[in-house]
């Protein structure tokens, strides 16, 4: 490797997300790849070169974030990818740090991503911009809401579809008492599609590609397809501008009663599906890169319909090569 590659940092490379990320980089002949994880056994690791694979503290650690500045000032990168929620809010907050020691968080702003895993302060960002669900809080004005049941209560924060629940009737309601850290939802009844969004750094969006989730395993997409639907990419570019969105971000949609989509979360880094995005024609984690290093890009990229399936892959090693850690057996990096 010589020093006029680009060296850009990879974190998840145990998900599917980091590995889509790093298939992505590896691509161009103008860019070292390093990858990280917390997970000596993340398969992502072993898609670079030993010399450019490091294992870091997990993403919630206290010693996470200067962990990672150190690690990038050490290996000189040029540009930081995260692609795991808990490490993404530390990061930004000291993008200054790791500015000082070179690098770029290829990232969206700290507001942004504060903003996007709170689903309650999303859903009052996002009023008046698009079609979002009723959303309230589960305190006692909450609850004594004229709700159609069923309704839907799930965290203020949280990844996935972890602690969401239909809730048939007021009286099941109400036994669930009060706790702010739960919201209530209108449901919505119609189809579910994710679009994954790329906005320039003045927040303008290049690209929103709309994608259904035919087959999900473990909260991920295994197969699924790209749609043309303008109300879709349309409604999801509202959102990212809404929240003042640079760089990826995945907008998860649910059409409402009435036909409309809705908004039902935003998670502001490389979603699990990105290489059917990539394949399609938008090649998000490439464009990115270029963005952050003040290159130009298209002011619009289109993409085709596009249908994918996944299947494991295995990765072949000496027992000796695999990286020792003492953090926990798996990795951080699943993902939508």
């Known amino acids: 490797m010589t020093d006029t590659l680009t060296r850009v940092l990879v974190t998840g490379a145990g998900g599917p997300a980091g590995i889509a990320v790093i298939r992505s980089l590896l691509a161009r002949a103008d860019v070292d790849v390093f990858a990280a994880d917390m997970d000596g056994w993340a398969s992502g690791l072993y898609l670079v070169p030993e010399s450019r694979r490091r294992i870091v503290p997990a993403g919630r650690s206290e010693t996470f974030v200067d962990e990672l500045i150190g690690m990038c000032g050490d290996d000189r990168i040029d540009v930081l990818y995260s692609t795991v929620d808990v490490e993404l809010p530390g990061l930004a907050a000291r993008r200054d740090e790791l500015s000082a020691v070179g690098t770029a968080l290829a990232a969206p702003s700290h507001e942004t991503l504060v903003t996007c895993l709170d689903k309650f302060?999303?859903?009052?960002?996002?009023?008046?911009?698009?079609?979002?669900?009723?959303?309230?809080?589960?305190n006692?004005?909450?609850?004594?809401?004229?709700?159609?049941f069923p309704v839907i209560v799930k965290p203020r924060s949280g990844a996935g579809s972890r602690g969401v629940r239909l809730i048939a009737d007021r009286a099941a309601l109400e036994a669930l008492g009060e706790d702010e850290s739960i919201l209530i939802q209108e449901n919505l009844p119609g189809e579910e599609f994710s679009v994954d969004v790329l906005a320039g750094l003045d927040g303008t969006v290049i690209a929103a590609v709309p994608r259904s989730r035919?087959?999900?395993?473990?909260?991920?997409?295994?197969a699924g397809r790209t749609v043309r639907r303008a109300e879709l990419s349309d409604t999801a570019a509202a959102v990212a501008?809404?929240?003042g969105l640079t760089g990826v971000a995945n907008v998860q949609l649910r059409y409402s009663v009435d036909g409309v989509p809705a908004l039902l979360e935003v998670n502001p880094r490389f979603p699990g599906a990105m290489p059917l995005t990539i394949a399609a024609?938008?090649?998000?984690?490439?464009?990115l890169l270029d963005l952050v290093l003040g290159r130009p890009v298209p002011s619009s990229v289109d993409f085709a319909e596009l249908a994918n399936v996944r299947f494991l892959e295995d990765v072949f090693l000496d027992p000796g090569d695999v990286l020792v850690s003492e953090n926990a057996a798996h990795s951080e990096g699943l993902e939508e």
Request: glycine letters at 10%; hydrophobic letters at 40%; proline letters at 4%.
């Open 121 to 138: 302060r999303l859903a009052e960002r996002v009023e008046g911009a698009a079609r979002i669900p009723r959303t309230r809080l589960l």
């Open 140 to 148: 006692r004005a909450g609850v004594g809401e004229d709700w159609t």
């Open 214 to 222: 035919e087959r999900v395993d473990s909260g991920v997409s295994i």
């Open 241 to 243: 501008r809404a929240i």
């Open 281 to 287: 024609g938008v090649d998000m984690p490439s464009l």
